[in-house]
């Protein structure tokens, strides 16, 4: 089996204007088994165009419907924009339909928004991490209805900062608590690619993270180019696949129905 990209946005996402057929076409050239989409779900989303949500219903029949015209399998993933005063609603979603995975990820907080900027506006580098991680441990510690954390340090992405990175050691407190917390209840996380085609050029979390979720005990992790275009699938993914086993996991983790599949890299 050839690993699949685990990130994956459509043309139902915002942010994309990805054709569902053209991602098909790119991934039977590849040889891949399936595909797997991930479009946005952003409840308490601040930008407009974030604002209105996926016909479901309809989504599920349009994916039935390729997978039997392009005969390769589709699996049904979503990356949820957790927002704590949004997740009744986000769990009533999740439950309603039969999801194959789920990314939890942290795009706003206390009502703002980290890509459009007001989340760092009176705030320092040093508050405006921490605040993030904060939320993110919030997540972790009271909502179970996910799979794996999306792009674990997304803030460095978007932050407004002559430096946009950070050394672990000063968040490493925080941090560990996400991942034991992650470990604990039996979740994962995933190594984002998208960082390396920004001017970091970084994957997301950075390395030093991947190994302390290694060192903790952590086994559950995906592998994800986080494409919102068609030439952005599988960016990144073969060379950071062969990253992980140099910094000693051994597996790799899929979805289908939520249940988590692990793969030998050898």
């Not at 928004?113 to 320092?124: H, I, N, P, R, V």
């Not at 968040?171 to 034991?180: G, R, S």
């Amino acid at each position: 089996m050839l690993y699949t990209d685990q990130h994956v946005h459509t043309s139902y996402s915002p942010d994309s204007e990805a054709k569902i057929a053209d991602y098909l076409i790119e991934a039977k050239k590849r040889g891949l088994d399936y595909v797997i989409f991930t479009d946005h779900a952003d409840m308490g989303a601040i930008e407009e165009a974030f604002k209105k949500q996926i016909d479901y219903q309809e989504y599920f029949k349009v994916m039935k419907r390729f997978e039997e015209q392009y005969e390769i399998e589709i699996r049904v993933g979503i990356e949820i924009g957790y927002e704590i005063n949004y997740k009744n609603q986000i769990n009533e979603l999740l439950n309603e339909y039969p999801f194959d995975f789920v990314i939890g990820s942290i795009h706003y907080g206390d009502g703002k928004d980290l890509y459009l900027g007001d989340f760092y506006q009176g705030k320092s580098q040093y508050d405006s991490y921490m605040r993030y991680f904060e939320l993110m441990l919030e997540m972790v510690e009271n909502f179970t209805n996910f799979d794996v954390i999306g792009h674990l340090d997304y803030i460095v992405r978007y932050a407004p900062f002559v430096v946009k990175d950070y050394e672990y050691k000063v968040y490493k407190e925080i941090i560990d608590l996400i991942l034991k917390t992650v470990i604990k209840k039996g979740k994962g996380i995933e190594l984002n690619t998208s960082g390396l085609r920004g001017p970091l050029k970084t994957i997301l979390p950075k390395e030093e993270v991947l190994i302390q979720y290694k060192e903790l005990g952590g086994k559950i992790i995906t592998v994800g180019s986080d494409a919102h275009s068609v030439k952005e699938y599988y960016a990144g993914m073969s060379d950071e696949i062969n990253h992980l086993e140099r910094v000693g996991f051994s597996e790799l983790s899929s979805f289908s129905k939520r249940k988590v599949k692990q793969h030998k890299m050898r």
